[in-house]
């Protein structure tokens, strides 16, 4: 069965810091590969997809993940984090040919002065 | 603007009682989808519609339905039979197609509660 695991459930850096999120799925076939920030009590919003192609995927607000096919990874970085990045941020699996998004259990990232 | 409408942002529920929460997209998105959120447990899909008048259960439907009669609309009720219902609900729309490979667009969520 198809998994996605988010292996920290919180990270706490300090401003200004770089800052790994990390994800891992299973799945025997072909996905695309999604990354969504939660701000509190609000929906989500995407900050990257990996579809095919390069690698390494550039998002909004200074993001970007790597797809690495032989680890099943996509883990999010940003080099420099900000206060304004503390937030809920969730990695989702869609397996080619199905509408249906399974989604991590989501990794809260506290960004300290 | 084009995006997803939630309705009501927070919503209470007696015991006994079926709510009906509200999603309304103007995107021209075919496909419609129901998430509940719990605190460390992610997204979990509850129903999901890929056109109108058509909709099939996800991986948590007991104690909830749905209908799908207008392409821009995709109401959930929670119904007296789910027996804990506290949760933040989530409605996301997509187009369908192209290879799966279009991101959802979410509402900002509908908080529901006990009394």
């Known amino acids: 069965a198809q998994s996605v695991t988010q292996l920290d459930s919180q990270v706490p850096v300090f401003e200004e810091a770089p800052v790994e999120l990390r994800c891992n799925y299973s799945?025997?076939?072909?996905?695309?590969l999604f990354w969504y920030v939660q701000y509190p009590n609000q929906g989500l919003q995407l900050l990257l997809k990996?579809?095919?192609?390069?690698?390494l995927v550039k998002g909004i607000n200074g993001f970007e993940a790597e797809f690495n096919k032989s680890q099943t990874s996509f883990h999010l970085r940003k080099p420099s984090v900000h206060i304004s990045d503390t937030a809920e941020y969730f990695c989702a699996v869609r397996q080619g040919g199905s509408e249906k998004l399974l989604f991590g259990k989501g990794t809260k990232l506290t960004v300290n002065p | 603007d084009g995006g997803i409408t939630q309705s009501p942002k927070y919503l209470f529920r007696k015991e006994g009682q079926n709510v009906t929460l509200s999603c309304e997209q103007n995107l021209n998105h075919d496909a419609m989808y129901w998430y509940r959120q719990d605190p460390g447990q992610g997204l979990r899909l509850i129903y999901y519609?890929?056109?109108?008048?058509?909709?099939q259960k996800g991986d948590i439907a007991e104690g909830y339905s749905v209908s799908r009669e207008k392409k821009e609309s995709f109401p959930l009720t929670v119904t007296s039979a789910q027996k804990n219902p506290t949760a933040f609900y989530l409605c996301a729309s997509s187009i369908v197609g192209t290879g799966s490979n279009q991101p959802q667009h979410f509402g900002d969520g509908t908080r529901l509660s006990i009394l």
């Open positions: 799945s025997s076939v072909s996905v695309y």
């Open positions: 990996y579809l095919s192609g390069s690698t």
């Open positions: 519609s890929q056109i109108v008048n058509d909709f």
